[in-house]
Each structure stands twice: as structure tokens, then as C-alpha cells.
DNA sequence: GTGAAAGCGCTAACAA
DNA sequence: TTGTTAGCGCTTTCAC
């Protein structure tokens, strides 16, 4: 054989052609090969595969993606990749994907439009085969460039009319009922909500079904007692001051995240209140971090891994199976309470 | 039933032949108006960018890579996204490189050279031009496939003798004397320290900074007060009660990492120790998380963006002019006390 | 079962 | 300045 180790600068990429060559096939029999194709025989498929360790070579995913029309690239938007949520969203996603041989591109959006546009303006250039959508924003107009390019796209939070689109409807409802009961049966009746930006779908989901909760609990909805914050930490922080402004005061907070509900666990310390014999405090994802706040978050779990699992099936199929007729439009995904240590029953003097 | 044809007025994703037959001029005016070259006339210019609107077009990036030889793909190779320290990290290194016009592979190895090995050659695969090992582990050996590859690399912690290979430096040792300075002016003499796992550099580097600071402090080291952690909150939680089983106990604890750290606070609360009246924590990274413990964690800054930045210099210039000898082989990324409430003077019973 | 050859969409010589 | 053309590394007919 050829020794071309000698100095790092002779060395060049063997390409399928140097495979070729080593193996003494042609080039299609080495393309063949490496696609698993049945139609070569075992005695020339070894030679292949001996020669492609030898010369420790891979293709050239470019090349591939360029004639096959197929990238194996996934895009994945999220919000905040701030929010510990997310990270283990993408943590799964990309699991699942490398798992099935794809390739993922993410990107954060900050619930910005313009950002969010240029982050589809990339993916459509490295050509994604499909993007999940986890930002929860309104971004409808901005993802006609997806739609327009008949790019499969799972949505989380809201529909579109559009055969190429899926959705994964979020059942906030099941979890956040849960929540409010299990705080009525400790006896509050003054329950607050710090809501999320309604720029956000989830924002505004979470909101609507927390009212719903209340009402269905035969509790009344005091317009002050909800309040919309960011999902930061500050946000809950300065929601929580909020409501401590005023005559009568929640005995419990139910947060649209767990960032929130972590603010207002800091600013009620401060607050010199203590949780939750002064206040009780509900969060809602579950991030890894609720187990460890002081005390241990009260909260309601949305699987990340379900989520990711079921945002990667919504764009396999229409990957790879785009035709089939009875595929799979319509995704959900639980919730359900956990309880911890930030509830428990209201002040007696109350 | 439905044809392949879509709605869109026949609408396949235009490419270069149809935007150059719109803008009557040749495939080769396009590509030059695309790619800024000034010898193109402003008149045909503008008819190209005309067509280029119409048609929405924009170049594939495959074809692009495969002709030019450059993807335009950094890698970047965190050890955990599910630490908050990374998420930062990353989204840092994200704004810049796509400000440059880059885009970026993520990828956690989670400390598992198996796990590295896969992402690396998932990387070389899609012909990154560049990778920033930021996972801190002992995985020299996995790396060789990137140096036999000619790849630029960056590197946290530690040198490899090539050519295309920088370093970054990270100078902890600034922030942990001054910590332990910090805590020695508040009258502390027993201090401990919860290192990372030992197969992390930076770990080690960590620890061996704290041994020299509390000798140049005059503090004698107690072998019983170091006990290695994972740089989890688990683990953090799991140090503190190893220290609390001690005969005599360190008023003071300095932890590897943020995560460490706030596993300590919580473990101190259950423990019915108050922070810092008890007992003193610091951490180290300064994650955003730091700022809204309970109480908030003095900590030793670690700028993400002063990584993220080094990264990316380090790449970028290795990547787009790799022949210039004054390349920069070496960054260093400083670390600062930030003092907030976990810390005070030791109880004064002792 | 195997190989020769025609491109995929683009860039970069080289001509004109 | 502008156009023509030869590939980049691969998959995929279509012959054999």
C-alpha cells in the first residue's frame, strides 16, 4: 500500500475514490457499501469495509447531502437556552437524533422575531430536513419561509393548517388542576398566579387554565392577584413584591415556571416571610434545579424527554415517510404535580 | 390524488441557473454578486440581487462547502449542557459565530471519551473547520483524530504540541487566593475544599490553585478537608455531609464549582446550619444562578464571554489565515471574587 | 452483482 | 467586466 503518513501536510482526506482504488472496486460498489446496499456480495463488501478502516475514511456529508437531496440535519428552535429547561430539552432531542443518525442545529430565539428569522434563514441554507419548534412565541409569520418550502415543522403550543406541520398541544390543564387543588385541600383560598410574557403561547395557556382551575375549585379570580412576569428569576422576585403591596395577599403563588417560582422563593426569604408557613409556592417544568431550592419546589412536571421524544417522531415521519397518509399530526404531552416541600397549609391566623 | 407539484406555481427551490436566467446574466455573475466580489458592474448587480429577491433565493451551503472546501461549521464540545455554566458558554460562542458568519455544532461528552469519539467524528464528517474542546477532560487520545485531520482545535486547560492547536489558560488562581484571602481577613482557618471529579483539568487545576493559595495564606491544608465532588448539587450535597461528620469541622468551604456550592447551601439548611453564621460557601463560575441562592453565593467569576470570545479568536484565525506565523497559540481567561451573602466571619464559639 | 457515467448546486480557473 | 467550463465527493440510473 501507499504510504502517504509521512508529514501532516501529504495527507489528505481519502475520498471514496482512494477507497476504490485500495479495495479494487469501483466507487459505486464502495457507495453501496457504506449504504448497507444488499446488492453487493459479501467477498467484495469485506474488501470495501477493510479498505475504509485501513484508511480510516468517512464520507464527505456535504457531497451526500448535495446528490441525495437528504442533509440528515435537524433544527431545533428554542427560547431562552438560558432557561435550565431547555438545555435538557436539547439534551434529549439531540439523544433521540444522533440515536437515528441526524444532526442537530440549534438556536435561542429570546422570543425575538428578528432573531427567530435569522435562525430559519440558516437552517433552510444547510437545508434542514425539519425544525421543532420550541419557542413558544407567536411566530407564525415568520415560519411561511419553512411552510413555503414544504419544510416539515412541529409546532408546540398552536396549530397551522399546513400538511407538512405537526403540533404537540401541551395538557398544562391536568397538572395545573392537580396544583390548585392540592393547595385548596391545604386550605387556601387566596391563590396567586405569576403569569409569563404573553408573548409567549405557553404564557398565555398556563394563564388561561390556571382561570379555569380557580373556577372549577368554586374559588374566585381576583384580577390583582395575577401578574404577568418574564419566567426569570428577577421577574418572580419582582412579581412577588408585587402582590406583597397589597391589602389582602395570596396565601399561595402558583408560578408559569419554575424560574419565576425560584425569584419569589429568594424575595419571600428576603421578604423575612418563611415557605411555606407564610406563603406557598407552586412552580411548574420541574428543571432538575426544583429538587434542590430551599425549600425543595412544589411544582408541576412537563417532560422534557417526552417533548423532544415527540417533537423527533413528528419530523421523522414527515422526513422520511412523507406520503404515508395516516401519519401522526397531533402530539401531546402531560403534565403532573409533584409536591416538595414549598406547600403546606395557610398562616392560622388567616 | 395529489401530484408531487405543489401548489406554489410549480415552486422547486430555485438555485443559481434560475436566478441567473431571471437576471439574464450567467450562473458565474451570480455567484460573484453573492459573494460580494467587486467585479461585478453595479448594473448587473442590482439585476442579480432583483431576481434574488423575487425568487427568495438563497445558496445551498452543501454545494457551497463541497466546491470551496470551507464549511463554515465550528464545533464547540461542552462536558454537560445540563450545567448551568455551559448553556452561557455556548450561547456566548454562538452569538459571535454566527455574527461571522458561522455556524455551530453542539455537543456534550458528559466525561465519556466514548461519547467524545462519536461526536468528533460526527463533526469531522460534516467538515468542521474548527473545534473548541471546552469539556475539560483527559481525552488527548480521542483528539488525535482531529490533528491527523489537520483541524484547528482550541483547547481549555491544557497544550497539545501542533501547529493548529491553541490553548486557553484559564487563570483561576487570581480568584482563589483572593478568595481565600477573602476568608482568612474574615478570620478563618479552617477551610475546606469540594473538588470536582479528578478526571476533569480543570478540576485538578482547581485544586491544586486552592493548596497553593491556602499555603500562601499561611493556613496549613487538612487532607480530611478536601474531598473530591462530582460538580453536581447532589454532589455538593454529599461533600458537605462528609465534612459534617468530621471531628473537627471547617467553618468555611470553597467548592469547585457553583453547582457544588449550592448543593452546600442546601445541605447546610437541612443540616439546620444557617449560611454564612455557621458556616461560610463559596463557588466558583458565577453562573446566573449564583446571584439568587439562599443566601446569594459568593463566588469567583469565570467570564463565559471571555471564553466564548477566546474560543472563537483562537479558531477563526487558525481557520481563515492559518499560514500566518504571529498566529496567537495562547489566551488567557482571568478569574474574580465576587462577594455576596454566603459568606462572614466564622462562629465566634470557635 | 458490478461498473461507467451523469449529475446534485455551486466556485474558481480560464477565456473572451 | 462577463461567460464558459471543469470539477468538489458522492448517489444513482443504466448497461453489462
Known amino acids: 500500500m501507499a504510504r502517504k503518513e509521512t508529514s501532516k501536510a501529504g495527507a489528505k482526506t481519502p475520498d471514496i475514490r482512494t477507497v476504490a482504488a485500495l479495495a479494487k472496486v469501483s466507487i459505486a460498489t464502495v457507495s453501496r457499501t457504506i449504504n448497507n446496499s444488499p446488492a453487493v456480495s459479501e467477498r467484495l463488501a469485506k474488501r470495501v469495509w477493510q479498505a475504509i478502516e485501513q484508511l480510516n475514511y468517512f464520507p464527505n456529508t456535504h457531497a451526500r447531502s448535495l446528490v441525495s437531496g437528504r442533509s440528515r440535519i435537524l433544527g431545533i428552535l428554542v427560547e431562552n437556552i438560558t432557561n435550565p429547561f431547555f438545555p435538557e430539552l436539547i439534551q434529549s432531542f439531540e439523544e433521540i437524533a444522533v440515536a437515528h443518525g441526524y444532526e442537530i442545529l440549534v438556536s435561542s430565539t ?163 416571610l418563611r415557605v411555606p408557613d407564610d406563603v406557598s409556592v407552586v412552580g411548574l417544568d420541574d428543571i432538575d434545579f426544583a429538587e434542590f431550592t430551599l425549600p425543595p419546589l412544589t411544582t408541576i412536571r412537563l417532560s422534557r424527554t417526552d417533548l423532544a421524544r415527540s417533537a423527533f417522531d413528528a419530523l421523522r415521519q414527515q422526513a422520511e415517510d412523507p406520503n404515508n397518509p395516516k401519519i401522526q399530526r397531533e402530539y401531546l404531552v402531560s403534565t403532573s404535580l409533584v409536591v416538595r416541600g414549598s406547600t403546606g397549609a395557610p398562616p392560622a391566623s388567616l
Chains 1, 2 share one sequence.
Open 110 to 272: 429570546n422570543g425575538d422575531p428578528a432573531v427567530l428569522a435569522t435562525c430559519v434563514r440558516r437552517m433552510l441554507e444547510r437545508k434542514v430536513e425539519g425544525v421543532a419548534v420550541l419557542s413558544f412565541g407567536a411566530e407564525e409569520p415568520v415560519l411561511d419561509q419553512l411552510t413555503h418550502r414544504d419544510i416539515p415543522m412541529v409546532l408546540a403550543e398552536f396549530r397551522l393548517d399546513d400538511p407538512k406541520v405537526s403540533t404537540i398541544l401541551l395538557d398544562y390543564s391536568t397538572g395545573i388542576h392537580a396544583a390548585v387543588q392540592h393547595l385548596a385541600d391545604l386550605g387556601h383560598t387566596r391563590i396567586a398566579f405569576l403569569a409569563g410574557p404573553h408573548k409567549l403561547h405557553s404564557a398565555i395557556t398556563r394563564e388561561n387554565d390556571f382561570r379555569a382551575a380557580i373556577q372549577d375549585s368554586g374559588l374566585t379570580i381576583q384580577k390583582k392577584w395575577i401578574i404577568e412576569c418574564d419566567h426569570t428569576l428577577k421577574g418572580g422576585m419582582v412579581g412577588f413584591s408585587q402582590l406583597q403591596e397589597l391589602g389582602t395577599r395570596p396565601t399561595a403563588i402558583l408560578c408559569s415556571n419554575d424560574m419565576t417560582a425560584i425569584g419569589v422563593l429568594r424575595a419571600a426569604y428576603m421578604a423575612g
